[in-house]
C-alpha cells in the first residue's frame, strides 16, 4: 500500500512545473480538480487526503466523482471532462511510480470522456462589430480604454486572457503595426498585425495612456491590469447600449470570446485560408478552426454555386442517337 500524499506532491512541484514548464492556469485548473476528488474521497471513505491510498481512488470513486460534478454541482460535460483530463494525467504519471497498482491505474485511465452537442461558434457581422465598437462613451477615459479594448479583440482574435496580459511594449507602431502576445496558451508567442484603423485608434489611446514598457496595455484606475471578469462586463454593458442601434444583438449570447470568434469568421469570409487563421488565432491543431465552416453559411453558399443547378432534370442520361448510344455501349 502506498500514500497518494507523496506522489501527489511530486506531480505538481516535478512533473508539472519542472518537466513540462505548465503555465500558472494549468497547474491552477489540475489543482482545483484533484481538490475536489480529494475532498469528495474524503467524504466516501472517511479517511483525510493525507491517509488516501490509491486503491481508494478506484474507477468507482471516480466515476462517482465525476457524476456528481454534474448532478450536484451542476457541470457541463465540458468541464467534467476537464476535470477528467487532470484526473488521468495524475494518474498517467503515478502508474510509473506505484506499478503494483497497475491493474487500478489502467481502469481509471478507461474511464472515457462524455460526449456532448456542440454548438454554433457565436460571432458579430459586420454591423454588429461596428455598433458595438462604436458604443463606448469617448467623453471617459474608461470609454476610450473600451473602445481600444474592443477595436483590438475584435480585429485580433486575441484571447481575454492574452488581451488583459498585453503591456504597452507588445504595441509597435507604425510601418508593419502588430501587436505580440508573449502569454498565449500553451506559451505559444506570436504576433499579429494590425490594420490602419485599429493603429490609429490604438496610437491615440497610448499617447493618453502615457505607460511605461511593463505596464499594462488597459489598465484600471488605478494601474492595474483588468480582470477577465472586468473584460466581461465591460463587452456585456456595451452591447446593452449597441443593441439600441443594431437590434440584432439582443439575440446574442455575447462574451469576450465571441470577439475572437468574430475576427475568425471575418478572415474566412474574407477568403483566407484556414492554416492561415489557425496561425493567427494560435491554435495548435488545424482541427480547431474548423468549428468555423461549420459555421460559415456564405462559404457553404458559394460550394452551392459550384453544384449543378437545380433545373436540371432528374434521371440518367440518355444518347439522343442511335450512333451516340452504340459508342456509349462500347
Request: glycine share 6%.
Given at each position: ?207 493618453e495612456r502615457g505607460g511605461q514598457p511593463g505596464e499594462p496595455l488597459f489598465p484600471t484606475r488605478t494601474g492595474r491590469p483588468l480582470s477577465s471578469d472586468a473584460v466581461q462586463r465591460l463587452v456585456r454593458k456595451h452591447a446593452d447600449v449597441a443593441a439600441d442601434r443594431c437590434p440584432s444583438l439582443r439575440n446574442k449570447r455575447l462574451h469576450p470570446h465571441a470577439l ?71
Amino acid at each position: 500500500m502506498s500514500l497518494i500524499a507523496p506522489t501527489l506532491e511530486s506531480f505538481f512541484t516535478d512533473r508539472l512545473v519542472k518537466q513540462q514548464h505548465a503555465s500558472p492556469a494549468t497547474i491552477g485548473s489540475y489543482r482545483d480538480s484533484l481538490r475536489m476528488l480529494l475532498t469528495y474521497a474524503q467524504e466516501h471513505t472517511g479517511k483525510t487526503p493525507a491517509r488516501l491510498d490509491w486503491a481508494d481512488l478506484d474507477e468507482t470513486l471516480i466515476g462517482g466523482f465525476l457524476d456528481s460534478l454534474e448532478t450536484e454541482r451542476h457541470n457541463s460535460p465540458r468541464t467534467r471532462n476537464l476535470r477528467l483530463t487532470a484526473i488521468r494525467s495524475l494518474v498517467s504519471y503515478s502508474s510509473l511510480q506505484h506499478p503494483e497498482h497497475a491493474a487500478t491505474f489502467q481502469r481509471v485511465l478507461a474511464i472515457p470522456p462524455k460526449r456532448f452537442e456542440r454548438a454554433l461558434v457565436s460571432f458579430l457581422t459586420a454591423e454588429e462589430i461596428d455598433a458595438l465598437v462604436d458604443a463606448p462613451d469617448l467623453d471617459r477615459w474608461e470609454g476610450r480604454r473600451d473602445r481600444s479594448l474592443l477595436l483590438v479583440a475584435v480585429r485580433t482574435g486575441l484571447r481575454v486572457s492574452e488581451l488583459t496580459g498585453l503591456n504597452c511594449d507588445n504595441v509597435t507602431l507604425g510601418t508593419g503595426a502588430s501587436v505580440h502576445c508573449e502569454n498565449g496558451k500553451g506559451r505559444k508567442q506570436r504576433a499579429v498585425p494590425l490594420n490602419t484603423g485599429t493603429a490609429a485608434t490604438l496610437a491615440g489611446w497610448m499617447a493618453e495612456r502615457g505607460g511605461q514598457p511593463g505596464e499594462p496595455l488597459f489598465p484600471t484606475r488605478t494601474g492595474r491590469p483588468l480582470s477577465s471578469d472586468a473584460v466581461q462586463r465591460l463587452v456585456r454593458k456595451h452591447a446593452d447600449v449597441a443593441a439600441d442601434r443594431c437590434p440584432s444583438l439582443r439575440n446574442k449570447r455575447l462574451h469576450p470570446h465571441a470577439l475572437r470568434h468574430s475576427c475568425a469568421m471575418a478572415l474566412l469570409q474574407a477568403g483566407v485560408d484556414t492554416a492561415v487563421i489557425a496561425l493567427w488565432l494560435g491554435h495548435a491543431d488545424l482541427r480547431s478552426t474548423n468549428v468555423y465552416l461549420q459555421a460559415d453559411m456564405t462559404t457553404k453558399q458559394r460550394a452551392l454555386e459550384l453544384t449543378k443547378p437545380d433545373s436540371t432534370p432528374p434521371g440518367r442520361y440518355q444518347p439522343p442517337d442511335a450512333v451516340l448510344a452504340f459508342l456509349e455501349s462500347l
